[in-house]
């Protein structure tokens, strides 16, 4: 072990004395290594393998971590634990639960389209049952529903109180009804999915206690990585396998807990642990090896403006690379463009890039930049632009519009129409669907009469109204001008077929109905910028379809920051930074606190996967411009009106500038140029270089001119009801400190809080006059 260097801090975890412990690691801090010389220091005290269980999360973690331990000096006689993720475990479990008849026999189904089959299943029963719509069976929510399936698996409660604490809306209740026929279909038909390898066993102890208790209490050392990412059904699990015995360590960084769609919860990491493992010591890992000074000032001035989190920094190891900080406005020419030449002409490859969106919607003006200069690029995780149902409709309807719907290759120009019949759904089954589409592609003018023939005695009313209203749609836009410009014909087609209102209406979550919003709107933004005819808008259309070629091996990456976590890049680029998309923002209100924070988490993320270069780029915004040069760190809401697009408040929070200035400043150790820097916001700054120990002098505040504000409230400290969020430790003047466990209604502000003396109480925020630990 002695040829592994370690900091002092790394140091400290590896020799942990007895009990649990929680290790608060920020990003690109080296966790793996410590993990690994942790396990190394284990085995060299005389703990046996068998008796250390290491925990991950994916297969390609586990992967990685069981290569990297394979490699430490250790006797070639030594065994090496085993490092399994939690679903290999609870296969584990299961396996041995059904030997001795805790579980039924039951066969595995891992494969993806059988899991949507049984799932569909469930939904068309239920359609009938409940006399429901047809665009239940729409690809949006079947994808939703099998999402919901693996929410209420990754949870203990049930799953009424799951549909619940989800906030969806009402008329997607149907799902209750579908997943207890799902799991009755499942049981009835002994299947088990991939979520029941947890669900399944967990269940089990929950029910008895002697199953609980031969699980428990059979190795010493439980260590697990990305803690972070944990939910409910396996925290379950956690304390199950450890009971009284095992010490358990667990390392990961809350502001990186961006799974939540997943179950994973901010609260787990921060006071869960230490309720169900009690008297864990903590640790941090506050150094990065992977990005400079300026990198970590940004991501620190960003995200200590949550609240759900540990009050550590990130600090720049010395000797890592100098990592710029660059944000540009995209106006005319998308600014992406600029970026990737200088970065080619600098002799670097397109595949050390990464552009990341926060919804996919961000990247169709990214995509159709380079399709036009021609710069190859890999999409993954979504269809590339003209492959997506909503943009492949809207072409078809100009088309329609042209007199030119029906040429060309006969399935591409199905599958055109079949995603015109589907934007907005028309209310027939798939099948129905398809032969409809066939039909118009023989004769698009006939359309309008295609629709209504479809219409039999078996049609139920509220059928019979869509379909004509359908029907009627497609002849308005028939009558269209081919005269007009693309950019109004888009606008009028989507207004006629009321997509926007389709969309949010078949949408189980917000998210998803504004991404397929915006990917249409960027479509429009595109036909405005280059102001074609229509028969030339659709030549450019078809010659792009060709433009990105399968056969180059250096493409540039674009993907979601979901799907990049755990990664990095030599370069990083963010772009579409407008606030209300990302933050992505329900309304006009103040957001509620636990939705800003798992957003500003987010962009934690995509902005940490940077190496040597971190590329943002937002909307004209003035405001912007000179609060970022003030250095204030702070949103101004109130500058920006329904007239001005705001860049993201995130990059505001960032305070990029002074980030900029002030860790080039360090890296360089030029304490004359830091001498000249100030700023509104300093705290953070200040404290970094307290951290780091610089010689560079603290900054002083920038100096404020004109009369002084008056007094801030006596109140300023005390939490709304939208400041606050499950795991968020608090303070009452008459109960004293807890946490909150619920915000069961904002509308009326009510919560539950677990106090410390005084147990669970259900509280009225505005009334409680709670404060921030």
């Not at 690029?377 to 809207?394: K, N, S």
């Not at 379909?467 to 606008?491: F, G, T, Y």
Request: charged share 25%.
């Amino acid at each position: 072990m002695a040829d592994l260097q370690l900091t002092e801090e790394q140091c400290k975890i590896v020799h942990h004395q007895d009990g649990h412990a929680k290790v608060s690691a920020v990003a690109g801090s080296g966790k793996t290594t410590t993990m690994i010389s942790r396990v190394a220091h284990l085995l060299e005290q005389g703990t046996t393998a068998q008796n250390i269980l290491i925990l991950m999360f994916n297969k390609s973690a586990r992967d990685s971590f069981a290569a990297k331990l394979g490699e430490l000096p250790l006797p070639s006689a030594q065994q090496l634990p085993e490092v399994r993720t939690f679903h290999a475990l609870g296969l584990r479990l299961t396996n041995s639960f059904v030997k001795r008849g805790y579980l039924p026999q039951c066969k595995l189904l891992t494969k993806e389209f059988l899991l949507e089959k049984y799932a569909k299943a469930s939904i068309s029963h239920v359609l009938e049952q409940l006399e429901g719509n047809e665009e239940w069976l729409g690809k949006e929510n079947l994808e939703s529903f099998i999402a919901f399936i693996d929410l209420v698996k990754a949870d203990t409660k049930p799953v009424k109180q799951v549909f619940q604490d989800l906030n969806f809306d009402e008329r997607f209740d149907y799902f209750i009804h579908a997943f207890k026929l799902f799991e009755k279909t499942r049981k009835t038909q002994k299947i088990r999915f991939y979520a029941d390898l947890i669900y399944d066993p967990v269940q089990a102890m929950l029910g008895d206690k002697q199953i609980a208790n031969w699980v428990s209490d059979n190795v010493d050392h439980i260590i697990v990585d990305e803690y972070q990412d944990i939910n409910a059904i396996q925290q379950q699990l956690l304390r199950c396998i450890a009971g009284k015995r095992a010490d358990v360590m667990v390392v990961g960084d809350v502001d990186q807990c961006i799974y939540e769609w997943r179950g994973a919860k901010p609260e787990y990491i921060i006071s869960r642990f230490e309720h169900d493992f009690k008297g864990a010591a903590s640790y941090t890992l506050s150094y990065t090896f992977r990005y400079g000074h300026r990198l970590s000032l940004a991501a620190n001035h960003l995200i200590s403006n949550n609240k759900l989190r540990d009050d550590k920094l990130c600090i720049s190891f010395p000797g890592t690379a100098d990592t710029g900080i660059y944000c540009f406005e995209e106006t005319g020419r998308h600014p992406v463009l600029s970026v990737l030449q200088k970065w080619k002409k600098g002799n670097r490859k397109l595949q050390e890039c990464a552009v990341l969106v926060r919804m996919f919607a961000m990247a169709v003006p990214v995509e159709l930049a380079l399709l036009e200069a021609k710069i190859p690029y890999h999409l993954e995780g979504h269809e590339p632009v003209f492959e997506c149902r909503e943009i492949m409709a809207l072409c078809g309807f100009l088309q329609l519009c042209e007199g030119g719907l029906g040429q060309g290759d006969p399935q591409t120009v199905t599958q055109t129409i079949e995603a015109m019949l589907s934007n907005p759904h028309i209310g027939l089954k798939r099948d129905k669907v398809s032969q409809l589409a066939v039909k118009i592609s023989q004769n698009p003018e006939k359309a309008p009469s295609y629709i209504i023939a479809a219409i039999d005695k078996n049609t139920p009313y509220f059928l019979q109204e869509k379909l004509h209203d359908r029907a009627e749609a497609w002849q308005d836009i028939m009558r269209l001008s081919s005269s007009v410009k693309p950019q109004k014909l888009l606008k009028t087609i989507i207004e006629a077929n009321e997509l926007f209102t389709f969309y949010h209406r078949i949408s189980t979550r917000r998210a998803t109905a504004v991404n397929r919003i915006n990917t249409c709107i960027a479509f429009q933004h595109f036909a405005t910028r280059l102001d074609l005819p229509l028969s030339s808008f659709l030549q450019k259309i078809e010659q792009l379809q060709t433009a990105n070629s399968k056969s180059h091996t250096d493409k540039l990456l674009i993907t979601s920051i979901h799907r990049a976590k755990g990664l990095e890049w030599p370069m990083v680029i963010i772009p579409g930074l407008e606030d209300g998309i990302f933050p992505l923002l329900l309304d006009d209100q103040q957001p509620a606190l636990d939705t800003l924070e798992d957003e500003r988490r987010l962009f934690y993320v995509a902005m940490t996967r940077a190496i040597h270069k971190v590329v943002f780029t937002r909307p004209r915004d003035t405001v912007f411009i000179r609060e970022n040069k003030s250095g204030s760190g702070v949103f101004p809401r109130a500058a920006h009106n329904e007239f001005t697009t705001a860049a993201s408040r995130f990059l505001y929070e960032s305070n990029l500038r002074l980030s900029d200035t002030l860790g080039k400043a360090i890296h360089n150790n030029d304490k004359a140029k830091s001498g000249a820097i100030e700023a509104g916001k300093i705290v953070v700054a200040n404290r970094y270089l307290k951290a780091i120990n610089s010689s560079i002098q603290p900054l002083q505040p920038r100096k404020k001119s004109g009369k002084t504000s008056p007094k801030k409230s006596q109140n300023r400290d005390y939490l709304h009801i939208n400041d606050l969020a499950e795991g968020l430790m608090v303070r009452s003047a008459f109960f004293g400190p807890g946490v909150v466990t619920r915000v069961q209604d904002r509308r009326t502000g009510k919560i539950c809080v677990l106090f410390h003396d005084h147990g669970e109480k259900i509280l009225v925020a505005e009334i409680a006059r709670l404060q921030a630990l």
